[in-house]
């Protein structure tokens, strides 16, 4: 894992191409359940962990031991305004449901994390004044068999290749 590598000599590329930098808005973000747009969301998370833990052991050159390959996980919150009990019922029953988070440009372009088996817990609910009722799903998401993966990044922009 990222020793004994050698470095380059000279650069691979001696005039590389130059993308200007476009950010994505935290408020442009979106996530949808069984692919229609959840109403209300005020907030989610997201995080995944690759299947890599680095074998704990001290040595003189600084280097890491080794990896042990183990299982990637991800997991996330959403906070939405109660407006229905679907989520809900979902949580109750236990059974997985299809969970889209992402972010959108107006030019078309998006950032999309697929997960296919999101679990969801029965909800907190939390009353924040007269805004209304609030519910918070701390979930979790399996790998689907059928996908083969947890979680599938897209992403959707100008730049043909990235070769």
């Given amino acids: 894992m ?11 590329d ?3 191409d130059s993308f200007a930098l476009k950010r994505f808005s ?14 209300g969301v005020t907030g989610g998370s ?3 962990s690759n299947n890599l833990e680095r074998v704990r052991v001290i040595r ?3 280097k890491i031991e080794a990896a042990d390959p183990t299982i990637a996980t991800c997991q ?13 019922a979902e949580a109750t029953n236990g059974d997985p449901v299809a969970v889209e988070y992402g972010f959108s440009m107006a030019e078309g372009w998006s950032l ?3 997960l296919f088996r999101v679990f969801l817990p029965k909800p907190k609910y939390a009353v924040s004044g007269p805004g209304g009722v609030e ?3 701390d979930w979790r998401a399996a790998s689907d068999e059928a996908e083969d993966t947890v979680l599938r990044a897209t992403l959707l922009n100008d730049v043909a290749t990235y070769a």
């Fill in 26 to 39: 935290q408020g442009r973000g979106f996530i949808t359940r069984e692919g229609t747009s959840l109403a």
């Fill in 46 to 48: 997201l995080t995944f």
């Fill in 2 to 12: 990222a020793q004994g590598e050698e470095k380059a000599t000279a650069t691979i």
């Fill in 60 to 62: 003189d050159d600084g």
């Fill in 135 to 137: 519910a918070s799903f």
């Fill in 76 to 88: 996330g919150a959403m906070t939405v305004r109660f407006d229905g009990a679907t989520l809900v």
């Fill in 112 to 114: 999309t994390f697929e």
């Fill in 14 to 16: 001696a005039t590389p």
